[in-house]
């Protein structure tokens, strides 16, 4: 009984109150801290929340502005399908009339081939002028140009017209068809063609392939002498003077002019039959000249004729005598019955 009483005295010793106190202070400090940490982490998750919903939103932001732009994009593709796919025959702007309607009239009126590039400055002329209808051609480019003649001169080929479009070295014609040439014949007997004979042809030939040449080397492939056909072809425009070999002497070289092109129906040399082939064949070559001889003015002096200078060649193929001048049929080959004809 006695240390119940004891103990009991004890427990209610300031002491005892105090450690106890202490305790409950302790404790309640622990479990403000505990709030405040709980608060915290809420806080911190709360934030972390608002940056994840702000992150999503960007997110959608973004793939929003991707898809209008791929939608654009894709669009714009479709717009320039769209223009490609246009058939270059039809109406190219507004105003009623199509290019290939213009770029037809413009070969129709012309006398001689046109090129792209002039079509193109016949279209900015005209929109200069202030007509309205010319003016929705005045910033076409050549190749427009050009995929227009070329698929005109395709629509005209599928049709059975009396007339087709043809390009040359000069550019797009328009022209009739060969088939009708007995009739237009009649239309200007004046207009006979000129004939070529075998022997011109050959050497017309030779030129042709092997360009630029000497009068040399074509006389050592036909051997026989071509004055007369040089001559011919000369006259005739189909040849002109390209210029001067770099050998002694230095003897003229021959080719072919742009109006051998446009007889032809050429583009470009090769489009010449079997060009490839016919330009590897090996084919005789004329001896090389020998310098002129340290003695030459001697000879000279003594009388004795002088060899003709490159000046004077040149002159006389430039300029020559009409009154010496062979004719083509001077040559040692006899023509061929079946001449062609040169307009």
Same mark, same amino acid.
């Given at each position: 009984?006695?240390?119940?009483?004891?103990?009991?005295?004890?427990?209610?010793?300031?002491?005892? !109150? +105090? #450690? /106890?106190?202490?305790?409950?202070?302790?404790? %309640? @400090?622990? *479990?403000? $801290? =505990? &709030?405040?940490?709980?608060?915290?982490?809420?806080?911190?998750?709360?934030?972390?929340?608002?940056?994840?919903?702000?992150? !999503? +939103? #960007? /997110?959608?932001?973004?793939?929003?502005?991707? %898809? @209008?732009? *791929?939608? $654009? =994009? &894709?669009?714009?593709?479709?717009?320039?399908?769209?223009?490609?796919?246009?058939?270059?025959?039809?109406?190219?702007?507004?105003?009623?009339?199509?290019?290939?309607?213009?770029?037809?009239?413009?070969?129709? *009126?012309?006398?001689?081939?046109?090129?792209?590039?002039?079509?193109?400055?016949?279209?900015?002329?005209?929109?200069?002028?202030?007509?309205?209808?010319?003016?929705?051609?005045?910033?076409?480019?050549?190749?427009?140009?050009?995929?227009?003649?070329?698929?005109?001169?395709?629509?005209?080929?599928?049709?059975?017209?009396?007339?087709?479009?043809?390009?040359?070295?000069?550019?797009?014609?328009?022209?009739?068809?060969?088939?009708?040439?007995?009739?237009?014949?009649?239309?200007?007997?004046?207009?006979?063609?000129?004939?070529?004979?075998?022997?011109?042809?050959?050497?017309?030939?030779?030129?042709?392939?092997?360009?630029?040449?000497?009068?040399?080397?074509?006389?050592?492939?036909?051997?026989?002498?071509?004055?007369?056909?040089?001559?011919?072809?000369?006259?005739?425009?189909?040849?002109?003077?390209?210029?001067?070999?770099?050998?002694?002497?230095?003897?003229?070289?021959?080719?072919?002019?742009?109006?051998?092109?446009?007889?032809?129906?050429?583009?470009?040399?090769?489009?010449?039959?079997?060009?490839?082939?016919?330009?590897?064949?090996?084919?005789?070559?004329?001896?090389?000249?020998?310098?002129?001889?340290?003695?030459?003015?001697?000879?000279?002096?003594?009388?004795?004729?002088?060899?003709?200078?490159?000046?004077?060649?040149?002159?006389?193929?430039?300029?020559?005598?009409?009154?010496?001048?062979?004719?083509?049929?001077?040559?040692?080959?006899?023509?061929?019955?079946?001449?062609?004809?040169?307009?």
């Amino acid at each position: 009984m006695s240390r119940k009483r004891k103990s009991k005295k004890i427990e209610e010793s300031p002491e005892a !109150v +105090e #450690a /106890v106190e202490a305790v409950e202070a302790v404790e %309640a @400090v622990e *479990a403000v $801290e =505990a &709030v405040e940490a709980v608060e915290a982490v809420e806080a911190v998750e709360a934030v972390e929340a608002v940056e994840a919903v702000e992150a !999503v +939103e #960007a /997110v959608e932001a973004v793939e929003a502005v991707e %898809a @209008v732009e *791929a939608v $654009e =994009a &894709v669009e714009a593709v479709e717009a320039v399908e769209a223009v490609e796919a246009v058939d270059p025959t039809e109406v190219v702007e507004a105003g009623g009339f199509t290019l290939a309607q213009v770029c037809e009239a413009i070969l129709f *009126a012309s006398q001689k081939p046109v090129s792209a590039k002039e079509i193109r400055q016949f279209l900015k002329g005209a929109a200069e002028t202030g007509d309205a209808a010319a003016v929705p051609f005045a910033k076409t480019k050549e190749p427009e140009i050009r995929e227009t003649l070329s698929g005109l001169a395709l629509d005209l080929q599928g049709r059975d017209t009396t007339y087709e479009i043809r390009e040359t070295a000069a550019g797009w014609q328009l022209v009739t068809r060969p088939h009708f040439a007995p009739w237009l014949r009649q239309l200007f007997p004046e207009n006979r063609p000129a004939r070529l004979s075998a022997p011109a042809l050959e050497t017309l030939a030779i030129i042709a392939y092997r360009q630029p040449i000497t009068r040399a080397d074509i006389e050592a492939v036909r051997g026989v002498a071509v004055d007369g056909v040089m001559q011919t072809l000369l006259d005739r425009g189909l040849v002109r003077i390209g210029g001067r070999a770099e050998i002694p002497g230095r003897p003229l070289l021959y080719e072919t002019t742009q109006f051998f092109m446009e007889h032809f129906g050429l583009r470009d040399l090769d489009e010449l039959p079997n060009a490839g082939e016919l330009r590897k064949i090996p084919l005789p070559t004329a001896a090389p000249p020998q310098a002129p001889a340290a003695e030459a003015p001697a000879a000279e002096s003594s009388g004795e004729p002088a060899e003709p200078t490159a000046e004077g060649l040149f002159a006389e193929a430039a300029d020559p005598p009409k009154d010496d001048l062979p004719s083509d049929s001077s040559d040692s080959e006899p023509p061929a019955a079946d001449e062609n004809p040169l307009a």
